[in-house]
Structures are given as structure tokens and as C-alpha cells.
């Protein structure tokens, strides 16, 4: 489908590389089936989130999500596995990368921050497939603000009692359990938010609305009200909510790239069929020189993001601890790439590349999203910037104390 001689690059272990040869193997039987599957009702959104689950469990690809103690195939989460499967899904089927990924997003908290007897509750049910994960974090006016979140929770004896509001919650009635972002201290802004698992069962909770977007994903509103919350099921401390999300996000932002990429290459490999098969003054559009620089833009920026997105994800895996300059750059500029790329496919395509249900068409829908969630091209520069900012500052402190 794609030029692979990225595996080759030293980002990636051979172990990497017989994982890409044997998903993409995998992906071509049982994901390609259903591509074109795009079902716009709630219930159809849902049959087929779980269809899907239930042929990565099948597949023993869930165990990707989760470390290996508790069901999973690595010691802890490797970085670089899952950007390789997410680019190889996203050249398949958007709703195929978000059902994957939201199983290690959704529980990715607990993974990192659970404790033994959460992890042992949920992770291993995850990586088979019997539960599905989500990740509770935004509301109506704290998405990219997240230190302005109101969902509130109150400690009363061995309960939390929850209540507030979150909107947009990819896996929302759907999910069976919820990683909700909540305010449980005194302390202002992000000091104050904390990590509760909500069942999707428990009383008081309520999903209120599901969203119809442009590329179909199962979306939703929760709703909670006096919603009684063991207060065991708090992850890490009171008050580490701040961080146990962004540590969360500094595994998978990376993925997004991945995403990003997967879907680039996709709408790269339409192109270059659409310039070679089409005809227009007696030969291949390919044939002129603005259609080869397209193609030639679009090799160059794919290449570029790749190395962006696995770096980061080698960075994570090898060095450890936070990644947020690297895991920043990756997915901003592979979400502004994707789009750049995806965009040229259909200009390729000329008229076909916009009838609904083309594949360019299809991609140009799924990637929008990608540049704004797990954190904004916006935020991301802001991210970078002060990252650049705090190494000068750190420089400039080291020489004035010498």
C-alpha cells in the first residue's frame, strides 16, 4: 500500500519491525473488510466500536495497551508498538485507529497511576476486550483549558460524591468504565483536579447526549449528579489529577502523529493512482510538473513527520520520564501535514475527490479532528515555545550562579 523503508530507520527495534509486517497482515483481512463501513446512528456507531474491539482482542493486539503485569505484551507501554499499529490502522479505517487506541488512552491513567488492586480490577479486562475504556477529561469551557474544569467531587467517608458535566467524550455510552477528571481540592486551578474510575453503571451517572461529527466516531455527554464513587477508585493522590493527564497525554500524543501519518499515506498512495490513471490533454496528469510537485511536497513532509513521530516515540520507550517538547512537535506537525497532504489527494482527484464515500473524501473528514484533540495545534506551539523559553531561562540561570 505504502513505501516502508521507514522501518529500517534505528527508531525502531527488529521486534518493531515483525509487529508492522504482521499487523499490516492482520489489518488486510480482517480491517479492510469493513473500511467502508460508516454507519451515522448511535446504534450502528456502537456495533461496530465493539465489533471492532472484539476482533483486536481476538487478534491479541489489545495486549498492546496495557503493561505486561496485568494482561499486557511490554513491561510498560512502548511507544514506538503503538505508533506503528495506529499508522498502519489510520491507512485502513479512522474507526478502526479510534476503537484501538481508546482502549490504552481510556485505561492508560490506571496503568500508570492505579493501584494494584485498580489495575488488576480493569487492565486485564481491557487487554482481552471485555471491557471498553474512555477518558473523561473535557467540558464545555476547559478543553484546552483544563485548569478552568467545574465537575466537581466531594469526599464523604469512604465515597467521593461527584457532579458536573463532560462533553465530547470519545467512547461516552459507550465505554464501561470512565477516567474522570474532577476538582476534589481547595487549591486553585490545576493544583485542585484529581482521577476518579467511574463505572458506567454507577448510580448517578448519565449519558445526556451522543454528537454526530464529521468523520463518525462514537462521541458523548456524561452527565453526574450525587454520583457516589468509591473513594478507592482515586488514582495517585488528591490534587495529582493535572498530572496524571498530562502524563497520560505524553504516552499518546505521540500516537496521534501516528494517526496523522497513516492517513497521509494513505491519501499519498490515492494521489499517485488518481496522477497516473487520470488523463487530461492526451496523457497522465502525472506527466506535469505541477502535479509532480505536489507529489514530491507530499513525499517530503510525510518523511519529515515520520521522523518527528518516531523519535518521540523512541525518546519515550529509551529515555524515559516526560516527552512534552518531542511529543508536541510530533503531533502538530504531523496533524498540519496530514491535512496539507490529504487536501492535494483530492485536489488530485479532481471532482471524484469530493463525492462522499471516495476514499480521499473519506480521509479529509477523519483528518480535521486529529488538529484538535489531545491538545490543539494551538496549545501545541504554546507547548514548544515554552519549552524553548524555560531552556534559554535554565541556560541564563546556570551562568549567573557560575
Partial sequence: MTERTYLNWPFLEESHRQLANDFRIWADQKIAPLSDHEPRDDAGLDALARELVKRFAAGGWLQYSVPAPWGGKYPSLDVRALCLMREILAQYSGMADFSFVMQGLGSGPISLFGSEVMRRKYLPDVASGRRIAAFALSEVDSGSDVAAMKTNARLDGEHYILNGAKTLISNGGLADQYVVFCRTEDSPGARGLSALVVEANTPGLEVTDRFNVIAPHPLGRLEFKDCRVPASNLLGEPGDGFKIA?????????????AALGFARRANTEAIAQARQRISFGKPIADYQLIQEKLADAALKIDAAALLVYRSAW?????GGRVTREAAMAKLYATEMAQEVIDQAVQISGGMGVVVGSTVERLYREIRGLRIYEGTSEIQKLII???????????????AAE
Fill in 246 to 258: 498530562m502524563s497520560s497525554l505524553d504516552v499518546f500524543r505521540s500516537t496521534v502523529g501516528a
Fill in 315 to 319: 525518546t519515550k520507550d529509551t529515555q
Fill in 385 to 399: 515555545a515554552g519549552e524553548a523559553l524555560s531552556v534559554v531561562e535554565g541556560e541564563e540561570a546556570m551562568k
